[in-house]
């Protein structure tokens, strides 16, 4: 496994290496500390807070490097963490209030983290108070999840956190003579009446089951707007990490990231749990 | 390829001919309209912006449907029943009781014993988005008709009228010389249902299942998007209900995510009017083009405003006004008995 930690200097970097902690990785793990913010001219700054991280590090892992690299953040971002060794990236960010957000002149860095990594990105925001026990892994209940849905059960692996799947059905019925069924399911009636979203969420448990690495798996189907709900699901839980997988990818079609909606973006910017995006 | 050219062809011709029937209702609902003025204005007291409001509103919830209201009011503003003002609201009033009959079928449905909230849905939500923007347009749309500088200058091209009046001038002084003025305006209102209706089966399908828009069922779209495409629908279709069945077969199940609906429903309250637009030129009544173009920047503004601030709160109010009013019986017969006594008080107050 390789893993880079961006550290900017501040406390947010060592929440980030504190709940990177939490994941459990193995030993052998290769864990890059990548400078971002600093100038080649004034390591001193970058030393210090390296010198922090690894002793935060050090007893967890034998493998810690550093990159500091000057100039442009995103440019030099870009370049390294396009190598095919780095599983995760991870980075501390402050929570977002709700209504300060709103005034931000550009994106925030996760945002751009977000949208043109291609690979899973872990935004730390706070650190649970016990260990990593509850994860919220959100499904958009079709076939391009599935791939998340693995990727995130092998990151999380370690960890062994209890899991609840959620899928939220923000639909109403067109028909109003249609029985529209559907749209009163729990997560349980749909999987025993084998709905489109029952059978999904039925091959999401297996998934997460075959790892055998997680303390309980819960089926959940909300419904309303899928914002709310998703927010309301983390309140209700008190979630330590939601898990969602993102369209927006450098991959991804230009035409398909004009016309769809950035869900992944949308949830970053309102949730104060930490965050791992997966594509 | 000979059958095809055939098919257009005659499609075409269907268009000229209803086009020709309709100007002939709006010109039989004027002439119809002229000498029943103070029984209009003293009948049903529509002699006030108000009245005229809930004169619209009451007439779009009987005739379930905003067009052929909405062309009454330009007919009824060139015969000079109504002024400017009076004509807008009740082009306004038009649209807030133009998916009565989705509320009213939904409501038959919940007492035979259907799922009360599943019943509402997409009529119930189209409904609402209508009503809640409508305050704001009518305070836009006043503002934008009292300025002086949006005073009519548009004038149609008489030439392109000439055609009508060669075949329509002889079919009125025909018409009038069997049928009364009330009749007129009868014959002449159903005959614009009538033709709105043909209108509906000779407009060619739109295929969105082929684009990459077809999964406006389950995947969330960027709002705009949706907005730009109910609004570019409604423009084929002109009229809000027909642009929405053109989403069902999208969706296997017959649902659609309500983050897709809203925007859609707002873009197609703007595009509704064109049908009303061309009436108003047919008409060549340069203060009734004026008067559809200023309610369709009104809309278009108070749209605007919701897209570009507000949009998930807005989402968000339409939801659980949605679920508050279907999920009690009481509330939604409540909400059914103000839909249809509002309007009522407009006009006895009005």
Same mark, same amino acid.
């Given at each position: 496994?390789?893993?880079?930690?961006?550290?900017?200097?501040?406390?947010?970097?060592?929440?980030?290496?504190?709940?990177?902690?939490?994941?459990?990785?193995?030993?052998?793990?290769?864990?890059?500390?990548?400078?971002?913010?600093?100038?080649?001219?004034?390591?001193?700054?970058?030393?210090?807070?390296?010198?922090?991280?690894?002793?935060?590090?050090?007893?967890?892992?034998?493998?810690?490097?550093?990159?500091?690299?000057?100039?442009?953040?995103?440019?030099?971002?870009?370049?390294?963490?396009?190598?095919?060794?780095?599983?995760?990236?991870?980075?501390?960010?402050?929570?977002?209030?709700?209504?300060?957000?709103?005034?931000?002149?550009?994106?925030?860095?996760s945002?751009? $983290? %977000?949208?043109?990594?291609?690979?899973?990105l872990? +935004?730390? /925001?706070?650190?649970?108070?016990?260990? &990593?026990?509850? !994860? #919220?892994?959100?499904?958009?209940?079709?076939?391009?999840?599935?791939?998340?849905?693995?990727?995130?059960?092998?990151?999380?692996?370690?960890?062994?956190?209890?899991?609840?799947?959620?899928h939220?059905?923000s639909?109403?019925?067109?028909?109003?003579?249609?029985?529209?069924?559907?749209?009163?399911?729990?997560?349980?009636?749909?999987?025993?009446?084998?709905?489109?979203?029952?059978?999904?969420?039925?091959?999401?448990?297996?998934? $997460? %089951?075959?790892?055998?690495a997680?303390?309980?798996? +819960?089926? /959940?189907?909300r419904?309303?707007?899928? &914002?709310?709900? !998703? #927010?309301?699901?983390?309140?209700?839980?008190?979630?330590?990490?939601?898990?969602?997988?993102?369209?927006?990818?450098?991959?991804?079609?230009?035409?398909a990231?004009?016309l769809?909606?950035?869900?992944?973006?949308?949830?970053?910017?309102?949730?104060?749990?930490?965050?791992?995006?997966?594509? | 390829?000979?059958?095809?050219?055939?098919?257009?062809?005659?499609?075409?011709?269907?268009i000229?001919?209803?086009?020709?029937?309709?100007?002939?209702?709006?010109?039989?609902?004027?002439?119809?309209?002229?000498?029943?003025?103070?029984?209009?204005?003293?009948?049903?007291?529509?002699?006030?912006?108000?009245?005229?409001?809930?004169?619209?509103?009451?007439?779009?919830?009987?005739?379930?449907?905003?067009?052929?209201?909405?062309?009454?009011?330009?007919?009824?503003?060139?015969?000079?029943?109504?002024?400017?003002?009076?004509?807008?609201?009740?082009?306004?009033?038009?649209?807030?009781?133009?998916?009565?009959?989705?509320?009213?079928?939904?409501?038959?449905?919940?007492?035979?014993?259907?799922?009360?909230?599943?019943?509402?849905?997409?009529?119930?939500?189209?409904?609402?988005?209508?009503?809640?923007?409508?305050?704001?347009?009518?305070?836009?749309?006043?503002?934008?008709?009292?300025?002086?500088?949006?005073?009519?200058?548009?004038?149609?091209?008489?030439?392109?009228?000439?055609?009508?009046?060669?075949?329509?001038?002889?079919?009125?002084?025909?018409?009038?010389?069997h049928?009364?003025?009330?009749?007129?305006?009868?014959?002449?209102?159903?005959?614009?249902?009538?033709?709105?209706?043909?209108?509906?089966?000779?407009?060619?399908?739109?295929?969105?299942?082929?684009?990459?828009?077809?999964?406006?069922?389950?995947?969330?779209?960027?709002?705009?998007?949706?907005?730009?495409?109910?609004?570019?629908?409604?423009?084929?279709?002109?009229?809000?209900?027909?642009?929405?069945?053109?989403?069902?077969?999208?969706?296997?199940?017959?649902?659609?995510?309500?983050?897709?609906?809203?925007?859609?429903?707002?873009?197609?309250?703007?595009?509704?009017?064109?049908?009303?637009?061309?009436?108003?030129?047919?008409?060549?009544?340069?203060?009734?083009?004026?008067?559809?173009?200023?309610?369709?920047?009104?809309?278009?503004?108070?749209?605007?405003?919701?897209?570009?601030?507000?949009?998930?709160?807005?989402?968000?109010?339409?939801?659980y006004?949605?679920?508050?009013i279907?999920g009690?019986?009481?509330?939604?017969?409540?909400?059914?008995?103000?839909?249809?006594?509002?309007?009522?008080?407009?006009?006895?107050?009005?």
């Open positions: 496994m390789g893993v880079f930690l961006l550290c900017d200097g501040s406390a947010s970097s060592e929440t980030a290496a504190r709940f990177f902690l939490l994941l459990n990785y193995p030993k052998s793990t290769q864990v890059t500390l990548f400078g971002i913010g600093q100038t080649v001219q004034n390591p001193s700054v970058s030393r210090t807070h390296f010198n922090k991280i690894r002793s935060i590090l050090d007893q967890s892992f034998t493998q810690i490097d550093e990159v500091v690299i000057g100039g442009g953040v995103w440019d030099q971002l870009h370049n390294v963490i396009s190598d095919p060794s780095i599983d995760l990236v991870v980075y501390g960010e402050r929570p977002a209030y709700s209504a300060l957000r709103h005034l931000r002149l550009s994106a925030p860095l945002s751009k $983290l %977000e949208r043109n990594l291609d690979k899973p872990l +935004v730390v /925001r706070n650190l649970p108070s016990e260990a &990593l026990e509850r !994860v #919220l892994v959100c499904t958009s209940g079709d076939q391009a999840a599935i791939p998340m849905l693995k990727k995130s059960a092998q990151l999380l692996s370690w960890a062994h956190p209890e899991i609840t799947v959620l939220v059905m639909q109403v019925a067109f028909n109003i003579t249609g029985s529209a069924q559907d749209l009163l399911d729990t997560a349980e009636t749909a999987m025993q009446r084998g709905t489109r979203e029952g059978l999904h969420l039925k091959a999401a448990m297996e998934i $997460l %089951e075959t790892s055998g997680f303390q309980k798996i +819960v089926p /959940r189907l419904h309303g707007l899928v &914002l709310d709900e !998703v #927010l309301a699901e983390i309140r209700t839980q008190r979630t330590h990490l939601l898990v969602i997988g993102s369209h927006f990818r450098v991959q991804r079609g230009r035409f990231r004009i769809t909606a950035d869900i992944a973006r949308d949830l970053l910017g309102e949730v104060s749990c930490s965050v791992l995006i997966v594509s | 390829m000979w059958l095809r050219v055939s098919l257009i062809t005659a499609r075409l011709l269907g000229i001919f209803c086009l020709t029937l309709f100007v002939l209702a709006l010109m039989m609902m004027k002439d119809g309209a002229g000498p029943l003025e103070p029984w209009i204005r003293g009948h049903f007291s529509v002699d006030t912006p108000a009245s005229a409001l809930g004169f619209g509103w009451l007439g779009s919830s009987l005739a379930l449907s905003g067009s052929p209201v909405a062309a009454t009011a330009l007919s009824l503003l060139d015969a000079e029943v109504l002024n400017g003002a009076e004509a807008f609201a009740m082009i306004a009033g038009s649209r807030l009781g133009a998916s009565f009959l989705l509320l009213i079928i939904g409501f038959i449905y919940i007492i035979r014993g259907q799922q009360q909230r599943l019943s509402m849905g997409v009529g119930l939500i189209s409904l609402l988005v209508t009503q809640t923007i409508y305050p704001a347009v009518l305070l836009v749309g006043y503002i934008l008709l009292g300025l002086s500088w949006l005073k009519p200058s548009y004038v149609t091209e008489r030439e392109a009228n000439a055609l009508f009046d060669l075949v329509i001038e002889p079919l009125l002084l025909v018409l009038r010389a049928i009364p003025p009330l009749g007129m305006l009868i014959v002449g209102f159903l005959l614009v249902l009538v033709t709105l209706w043909a209108f509906d089966r000779l407009i060619p399908a739109i295929r969105l299942k082929e684009t990459d828009l077809g999964l406006v069922a389950r995947v969330l779209y960027r709002p705009v998007i949706v907005f730009l495409l109910g609004a570019f629908v409604t423009t084929l279709t002109m009229s809000v209900s027909v642009s929405l069945g053109l989403l069902v077969p999208l969706s296997v199940r017959g649902y659609i995510r309500q983050e897709n609906l809203i925007p859609y429903i707002l873009g197609a309250n703007i595009t509704t009017f064109v049908d009303t637009l061309i009436a108003a030129a047919l008409l060549n009544n340069p203060v009734a083009v004026t008067i559809v173009f200023v309610q369709m920047i009104s809309v278009l503004i108070v749209t605007l405003v919701i897209l570009v601030t507000s949009l998930r709160f807005y989402e968000r109010v339409i939801h006004m949605a679920n508050w279907a009690n019986r009481l509330l939604l017969l409540i909400y059914i008995l103000l839909i249809l006594g509002i309007p009522i008080a407009l006009l006895w107050i009005g």
